[in-house]
């Protein structure tokens, strides 16, 4: 059968005689396949317990949607004969389609088809009508097999009693009255609807006059321009200016703060560089000056006692005016001297330099908030 049908491998129930659930899965799939193109089933994704699982529950519930086919998932599961059994049906509706002959005309076997269909869709709906009328119609007919009896009971008995005339006659004159006073009643009723509907007219009426009223004096007030209109639009305009003016002021100070920070931070790190510099000025000539010191010693007292080169020590440190020195400390002397006087010139040079950058800073303020202050009397002379 499945070689009628051009299944890609050659197989038979030997087969089966041991479970092959690859085999069962690659025939299930393809099996579906010809029933559903689309459908979304791949036997090689069946590695784990979970994975066969579902493989045959997709499996099942699409051959049950498309070809009304039902196949028991436990004995696919198997894969053994048992699931050869529940792929047969399948197998066999394949293989009647594929033997049919295609030239046949199908033409009368479906309109015999449809006119069946439609025959019974008639009698469900027939059917439908009246199993929805079926309880009604048992309750009117409990309904009238009750009645009979009650009303043969209530007839015999009030033929058996004797009824007075006096009774029946005061009776009868009770209900009289009776249905007289609802009567009554109603036709009040009726006229004080027809009163209701009069005064509701009549306030419907008011209510429209008032509501014409409203609406002209609206229109009236729409129209109508306030004495303070022109007023309030001009200090509308001035507040607008004072506004821009603010603004543009409160822009100014703190861009002028911003710059003042800025300037206070470099004077920090200037002070902070000059100072570095200072130091290691002053470092290099103490270093050169104990080098100078030291090879003075080395030169000129190589062969004096220690204590001498001791006292020629004491003396360059001790007093920088000295007549015992040589004229070499006396150049070094003048050479240190010189080295101050050139670092303190940088630093007068550059603290110049600072006074001039804040003296055009504060050029600028004083420019800026004269502006600003012109703006403000020229704004405040409008009021």
């Known amino acids: 059968m499945t070689?009628?049908?051009?299944?890609?491998?050659?197989?038979?129930?030997?087969?089966?005689?041991?479970?092959?659930?690859?085999?069962?899965?690659?025939?299930?799939?393809?099996?579906?396949?010809?029933?559903?193109?689309?459908?979304?089933?791949?036997?090689?994704?069946?590695?784990?317990?979970?994975?066969?699982?579902?493989?045959?529950?997709?499996?099942?519930l699409l051959m049950l949607q498309n070809s009304r086919i039902k196949m028991n998932p436990k004995k696919l599961y198997q894969a053994d004969g048992h699931a050869v059994q529940e792929l047969l049906p399948a197998l066999k509706i394949l293989y009647m389609a594929k033997s049919e002959d295609p030239n046949m005309d199908s033409g009368p076997k479906w309109t015999q088809v449809k006119q069946k269909l439609s025959t019974k869709m008639q009698e469900v709906r027939i059917t439908r009508q009246l199993s929805s009328q079926l309880p009604e119609t048992g309750a009117l007919l409990s309904e009238l097999i009750s009645k009979p009896e009650f009303i043969s009971n209530q007839h015999e008995r009030a033929a058996s009693r004797a009824i007075p005339l006096g009774d029946a006659e005061r009776t009868l004159q009770t209900t009289v009255q009776g249905i007289g006073a609802e009567a009554e009643q109603l036709s009040n009723k009726l006229n004080n609807v027809a009163s209701d509907e009069a005064e509701l007219d009549e306030k419907i009426e008011r209510k429209k006059r008032e509501y014409e009223q409203l609406q002209k004096r609206f229109a009236k007030l729409q129209s109508f321009r306030p004495q303070y209109m022109d007023e309030y639009e001009r200090y509308e305009e001035r507040l607008q200016k004072l506004y821009e003016v603010y603004v543009l002021n409160f822009r100014n100070l703190s861009y002028l703060r911003k710059v003042h920070d800025d300037l206070a931070k470099s004077e920090r790190q200037r002070q902070e560089e000059l100072e570095k510099a200072m130091r290691l000025a002053v470092e290099k000539m103490r270093l050169e000056q104990e080098k100078k010191d030291a090879i003075g010693l080395t030169e000129d007292d190589t062969d004096a006692p220690l204590v001498d080169r001791r006292q020629s020590v004491r003396k360059v440190y001790g007093n920088m005016m000295g007549g015992a020195d040589s004229s070499e400390s006396e150049d070094d002397g003048d050479d240190d001297i010189i080295r101050m006087e050139e670092v303190n010139n940088i630093k007068k040079e550059m603290e110049d330099d600072d006074e001039g950058v804040d003296n055009d800073y504060m050029v600028g303020i004083t420019v800026t908030h004269a502006d600003d202050t012109k703006d403000d009397l020229s704004s405040g002379d409008d009021f």
């Open 3 to 60: 070689r009628t049908l051009r299944y890609p491998r050659l197989m038979s129930i030997e087969n089966f005689r041991n479970p092959n659930f690859q085999l069962v899965a690659e025939l299930l799939e393809w099996i579906v396949k010809k029933f559903e193109p689309d459908a979304s089933l791949d036997a090689q994704m069946i590695q784990t317990e979970a994975d066969r699982v579902n493989f045959i529950k997709n499996a099942v």
